[in-house]
C-alpha cells in the first residue's frame, strides 16, 4: 500500500509517465484503456517505479493527443468508464503506486461545451470564460509556441465573428483566469478528481494562464496569485497531494513557480534536459553544471522534476541559438525529426542505441538532484518512428512481446490507434519486455537494478548536492549529503576511457563503497583521489567513515 | 621527469585533464606580460568565433617568465568553475602552462607544441607568437581553417610589411627556399603558423630533427621539413606585421638561429634540393600574397655601410676561407668604393650566401663563426637594398624582390657545384 504519512513523498518518488491509450489495451480494440493499465501494475511495480503519471485521458475530440479536453469530469470512452478508473487507482495504491494525472487548465477543446455555450453570443453567461476580443491587435509581440502549424495566437470564429486567444492550436482557447467563476470551477474539477483519490495532478502550461496588455503574457503576477488560490485549497481540504508545474522556461522564471512553498511542489527542469543531451554529445560537462549554478535555490518542502524524454519532442526552447544548431545538427540531422523548436525523437535513438550512452544517462537522471521521470517504453529502449505526424511517433503501443502486436493488443493491426514500431533495430520483435525479463543484462534489468539502488538512499531525492569541478572537464563529478550519509558521483561523459583526479580532502579517512556491487575502493587519503573510468561508464559510491 | 621525457609530469596530468582536441594553439612566451594577456583573449575569441564547437586548448610553453606571462594565458580559460561571466560557449576550453627545462628555449617550446598535439590527437596546431600586439581573431580563422577544412599540413603566414621589415626574409630566406626548394613561401621562417597533426607526427618520429634543432630557428625546419616531404602548404593572408623595431632585435642572434636553420636544412634535405631542377612554384594563397608600405622611416643607412666596410676588413682573413677568390675580391672593391655607390648586386650576393653555405656543409671552420662573418656582409647587402627602394613604389620594391629571386635560382649551380667540389676532396 501506498504509505500515507510521509508529506513529502514527491521528493524520493520514482514517476513513470505514460498514456493510457499506449500502454495496454485490454478489450481488443486496438487502444490502450484502464483495464489494461490496470493488468500491467505488476510490472510497473517491479521495475519498482513508485508513481504513474497519465497523460490526459478525459474525453475530447483527441485533436492533440487529449490535451484538449471536452470534458473535465469523465473519462473518454476510449479509455474505458469512470469505474474502470476508480478500479485502476485503487489497484496501483494497493500496488504502492501513487497516481498523478494531467490536468490541462490554461485552455479547453474548441468543442467543449463551455466554449460552444461562450462562442454563441456575446451576452451568453459563459462568454467571459474565455479570451475574446474584436481584433487579433491585442498582445502584440507575444511568441507563438507551435511555430510550425500557428500563425498568430488569435483565431477568428465564425459563430461568434469575433477573435478568441489561444497560446497553443487554434482549436484550443485558452480559459480567462481573470473571470472568477472559471477559478472556482478549475478547482471544482480538481476537487473531483482528489476525491476520487488521485496524489497529485501535472498542471499543463501554466506560465500562460493569464494575459495583461504589453507583456510576454507569460510567469505574470496574476498567474502566480491563481496557483497560490489552488495551492491553498489543496493543502487546506487535501494535505500531502502534490501539484507539478509544467512551465517550459529559463531557471530564473521558473523559481516562482515554487513561490514561498506556496505554489508548486514539484516543477520539470526544462533547461537542464537538452544540456545533458548536449554534455554528452560535447563529452564536456560545462552544459550540466553551468546550467545547474543558473538554477535558483528552492524552498526546501520543493523539488525539481528529472526528465530525459517525455511524450513531447525533446524541446529547444531554453537554449541559446547557437545551442540549438548544435543540438538540431547532432540530434536530428533528418529534418523530420524536427517539430517545432525540438527534437521529436526517443530516448534509445537519440543516443545511438548504445547501451552505455543510456545507462549514463539514467544514471544522471536519478542522481542529479530532484525526482526522475521515465517515460514508458525507455526503460527497453524503445525506439520511435518519425514518419507518423506530429509527436506520434514517439507514442507508439508499449512492446510487451514479440507475439501479436507486440503484446499490446488482439485487435487486427489495422485498427491499433497507432503503428508499432516495425524496423530492425527497435521493432517489437528486437525490443519487448518479455525478451528483456529473461535476460539478467537487458536493459530493463539493468533499469530495475537502477532505480532500486536509487531507492535504497534518500539522499539523491532530498540531499544536497556540491560539484567536484576537476580538471578532467569530460568527468562530471558531484557529492550528495544528506544527514550523515554521503555519496560520491563519478560520470565519464565521454567516448573513450578518462583518468581523473577528484579533491576529496574533505572526506579523508573514507572508505568508498560502490553503491551497485557494495564492493570496497580504497580509502581516500592526502593525495587527489585518483579513478579511472571506462567510457560512459559511472560510480555511485557511499562514503563510509570506518 | 624520465630524463627522455620531453614534457613534465605536471604537463602531462594537464593533457590527460584536456583530453583529445581538435584545435591546440600553442604560445612560446618568455616575459610576455605586455602584450601576452590580450593575445590570448584574443586566441579564445578567434576560436568561439570560428570553430565554436571544436575541442579546443590553448598551451603556453613558457622559458620562466617573471612577470606573470602564464597567469595571463591561463585567464583566458573557459571552464565551469570561475565565477567571472564567460562568453558563450558551448565547451570548456583549457588554458594550459608549462615551464620549459633547459636553455634552447625555443626549439623546446616547439618540440613541446608539437608533443602535446600529438598526445591530443589535435588536428590543427597553431603557433602564434607572443609578442604580436597586431593579432585579430581572424588569424585563427586564416591559420586553421585550411587545415581543419582543406587538409593542408602547413600554413604559413604573409603580412603587409613595411619595405624596411623583414629584409633577412626578403633578400635571403624567401630567396633561398624558393631557388633549392622550389616553393615561393614568402615567410619560410614565421612567427605566426599552423601546421596539421599529420605533419607534427610526422616530425615527432624525427628525434635527430629536435636535437639539431636546439634553440635555432626551427619555424623555418617546419617548413623546410614540409617542402621536402611533399606535404601541402598554404599561405595566408593575417595584415599589417608587427614592425621590427617593436621586437627584440638583435641581429647576430637572429642569423645565429635563422642561417643555422637555414643552413642545417640544406644538409638534411639535400636530396629534396639538389633533385630540384624545375622552376619554383607558386604557393595557393588565402588572401594577399604580400602587401608592402613605405610610410616613411628614419634609417642610419650610413652605419649599416661603416660596419659593413670594417667587418669586410676587419674579417678579410676568415672570409678567405669561406669564400671564392672571385668573390672576395668582388666584395674587397665594394668597400673600396664610394659609400653612395656600394653595388653589392644581386648576384654577388647570392653567390656569397651560396660559398657560405657550401662552407658550413664542409666545415671549413666553426660553423659559428661563418654565421658570424656573415653578418657584416648582410649589412651591406641591406645597405645596398634601402639604397634601391629608397624613393621606390611598393611595386618597385616587390620587383627589386621577385630580381633578388631570379638571380639565386639562377645561381643555384654554385651551391651545387661547391658542395659536390668540397665533396670531391678539394
Known amino acids: 500500500m501506498v504509505p500515507a504519512t510521509d508529506a513529502h513523498w514527491y521528493k524520493d518518488a520514482v514517476i513513470y509517465q505514460v498514456h493510457v491509450r499506449a500502454f495496454q489495451d485490454s478489450n481488443g480494440d486496438g487502444i490502450g484503456d484502464f483495464r489494461g493499465l490496470a493488468q500491467r501494475l505488476d510490472y510497473l511495480q517491479r521495475l519498482g517505479i513508485t508513481t504513474l503519471w497519465l497523460m490526459p485521458f478525459f474525453p475530447s475530440p483527441l485533436r492533440d493527443d487529449g490535451y484538449d479536453i471536452s470534458d473535465y469530469y469523465s473519462v473518454h470512452p476510449n479509455y474505458g468508464t469512470l469505474e474502470d478508473f476508480k478500479s485502476f487507482l485503487t489497484t496501483a495504491h494497493q500496488c504502492g503506486i501513487r497516481v498523478i494525472i494531467e490536468m490541462v487548465l490554461n485552455h479547453t477543446s474548441d468543442q467543449h461545451p463551455w466554449f460552444q455555450e461562450s462562442r454563441k453570443s456575446a451576452d451568453n453567461p459563459f462568454r467571459n470564460w474565455y479570451v475574446w476580443s474584436d481584433t487579433d491587435t491585442r498582445y502584440q509581440g507575444v511568441r507563438i509556441i507551435f511555430v510550425d502549424t500557428e500563425l498568430s495566437n488569435w483565431a477568428r470564429d465564425p459563430v461568434s465573428k469575433s477573435y478568441y486567444w489561444h497560446r497553443f492550436f487554434s482549436h484550443q482557447p485558452d480559459l480567462n483566469f481573470d473571470n472568477p467563476e472559471v477559478r472556482d470551477e478549475v478547482w471544482n474539477v480538481m476537487k473531483f478528481w482528489l476525491e476520487m483519490g488521485v496524489d497529485g495532478f501535472r498542471l499543463d502550461a501554466v506560465p500562460y494562464l493569464v494575459e495583461r496588455e504589453g507583456t510576454s503574457c507569460e510567469n505574470l503576477p496574476e498567474t502566480h496569485q491563481v496557483i497560490r488560490e489552488l495551492r491553498a485549497k489543496l493543502d487546506q481540504q487535501f494535505p500531502g497531494r502534490m501539484l507539478l508545474a509544467e512551465a517550459n522556461q529559463w531557471p530564473t522564471d521558473l523559481g516562482p513557480y515554487f513561490g514561498n512553498g506556496d505554489e508548486f511542489h514539484m516543477a520539470f527542469h526544462f533547461p537542464l534536459m537538452p544540456r545533458m543531451f548536449m554534455a554528452l554529445k560535447l563529452e564536456d560537462r560545462k552544459p550540466i553544471t553551468e546550467i545547474l549554478k543558473q538554477t535558483p535555490q528552492i524552498p526546501d518542502p520543493c523539488q525539481w522534476c528529472l526528465f530525459l524524454r517525455n511524450h513531447d519532442e525533446l524541446t529547444l526552447e531554453m537554449v541559446t541559438d547557437m545551442e540549438r544548431d548544435y543540438m538540431y545538427d547532432e540530434y536530428a540531422r533528418d529534418r523530420a525529426m524536427r517539430l517545432n523548436v525540438g527534437i521529436r525523437r526517443r530516448l534509445a535513438p537519440l543516443l545511438d542505441n548504445d547501451r552505455r550512452k543510456m545507462e549514463l544517462m539514467n544514471g544522471l537522471l536519478m542522481s542529479l538532484p530532484g525526482t526522475p521521470i521515465i517515460y514508458y517504453g525507455d526503460e527497453i529502449g524503445m525506439g520511435d518512428n518519425v514518419r507518423l505526424g506530429d509527436r506520434n511517433g514517439v507514442r507508439t503501443p508499449m512492446q510487451w512481446s514479440g507475439g501479436w502486436n507486440a503484446g499490446f493488443s488482439s485487435a487486427d493491426p489495422e485498427s491499433l490507434y497507432s503503428a508499432i514500431v516495425l524496423n530492425p533495430l527497435y521493432g517489437y520483435q528486437a525490443v519487448n519486455v518479455e525478451a528483456q525479463k529473461r535476460s539478467a543484462h537487458s536493459l530493463l534489468s539493468w533499469m530495475r537494478r537502477l532505480i532500486e539502488v536509487r531507492k535504497s538512499t534518500q539522499v539523491f531525492g532530498r540531499g544536497t548536492i556540491e560539484f567536484l569541478y576537476p580538471n578532467n572537464h569530460r568527468v562530471l563529478a558531484y557529492v550528495r549529503q544528506l544527514g550523515r550519509e554521503t555519496v560520491l558521483v563519478a560520470n565519464n561523459l565521454s567516448g573513450s576511457a578518462q583518468a581523473v583526479e577528484l579533491d576529496l580532502a574533505r572526506y579523508k579517512g573514507s572508505i568508498l563503497i560502490e553503491m551497485f556491487g557494495k564492493n570496497l575502493f580504497p580509502r581516500i587519503g592526502e593525495l587527489p583521489y585518483l579513478l579511472t573510468l571506462a567510457p560512459y561508464q559511472f560510480f555511485w559510491f557511499r562514503l563510509r567513515r570506518l | ?426
Open chain 2, 1 to 426: 621527469m624520465s630524463e627522455e621525457s620531453i614534457l613534465s609530469d605536471d604537463l602531462l596530468r594537464q593533457l590527460i585533464s584536456v583530453g583529445e582536441v581538435d584545435i591546440l594553439v600553442g604560445l612560446p612566451t618568455q616575459n610576455n606580460a605586455k602584450t601576452i594577456g590580450e593575445t590570448a583573449q584574443i586566441i579564445r575569441s578567434g576560436l568561439l568565433k570560428y570553430f565554436p564547437r571544436a575541442r579546443t586548448a590553448i598551451l603556453d610553453a613558457d622559458a620562466g617568465s617573471r612577470d606573470g606571462t602564464p597567469g595571463l594565458v591561463t585567464a583566458a580559460a573557459i571552464s565551469d568553475t570561475g565565477e567571472s561571466e564567460m562568453p558563450q560557449s558551448l565547451r570548456t576550453m583549457h588554458c594550459i602552462t608549462t615551464t620549459l627545462a633547459g636553455t634552447e628555449k625555443k626549439g623546446t617550446a616547439l618540440q613541446t607544441m608539437v608533443a602535446a598535439a600529438d598526445l591530443l590527437r589535435a588536428r590543427v596546431c597553431a603557433v602564434i607568437s607572443p609578442e604580436t600586439t597586431r593579432i585579430t581573431p581572424e588569424w585563427i580563422d586564416r591559420l586553421v581553417r585550411p587545415i581543419y577544412q582543406d587538409d593542408f599540413d602547413l600554413v604559413t603566414p604573409t603580412y603587409r610589411r613595411h619595405a624596411y621589415d623583414g629584409i633577412l626574409i626578403t633578400n635571403l630566406l624567401y630567396p633561398v627556399t624558393r631557388a633549392l626548394f622550389g616553393r615561393r613561401v614568402r615567410e619560410p621562417n614565421p612567427a605566426d603558423f599552423a601546421f596539421s597533426g599529420k605533419f607534427g607526427a610526422y616530425l615527432m618520429d624525427r628525434e635527430s630533427w629536435w636535437q639539431e634543432l636546439g634553440e635555432s630557428g626551427a619555424e623555418f625546419c617546419f617548413t623546410a621539413a614540409a617542402i621536402a616531404g611533399d606535404y601541402r602548404l598554404q599561405q595566408s593572408f593575417l595584415g599589417t606585421k608587427d614592425r621590427a623595431e617593436n621586437r627584440s632585435a638583435d641581429l647576430v642572434l637572429a642569423m645565429r638561429r635563422t642561417l643555422s636553420a637555414l643552413f642545417w636544412s640544406l644538409d638534411e634535405y639535400y636530396d629534396a634540393w639538389s633533385n630540384h631542377n624545375s622552376e619554383s612554384q607558386p604557393v595557393p594563397t588565402e588572401g594577399a600574397e604580400y602587401e608592402t608600405t613605405l610610410e616613411p622611416v628614419r634609417v642610419n643607412r650610413k652605419r649599416f655601410y661603416e660596419m659593413f666596410r670594417s667587418g669586410v676588413a676587419d674579417l678579410e682573413p676568415v672570409l678567405a676561407t669561406i669564400l671564392t677568390t672571385p668573390t672576395l675580391e668582388e666584395l674587397k672593391r665594394c668597400i673600396n668604393t664610394a659609400e653612395a655607390s656600394v653595388p653589392f648586386s644581386d648576384e654577388l650576393w647570392a653567390r656569397t650566401i651560396y660559398e657560405f653555405a657550401g662552407s658550413y656543409h664542409h666545415a671549413v671552420i666553426s660553423r659559428d663563426h661563418i654565421i658570424q662573418a656573415l653578418v657584416p656582409l648582410y649589412r651591406g647587402r641591406v645597405y645596398t637594398y634601402l639604397e634601391q627602394i629608397n624613393v621606390a613604389s611598393p611595386q618597385k620594391v616587390e620587383q627589386d624582390i621577385e630580381a633578388v629571386c631570379r638571380t639565386f635560382e639562377r645561381c643555384k649551380p654554385t651551391l651545387a657545384a661547391m658542395w659536390a667540389r668540397r665533396q670531391g676532396g678539394s
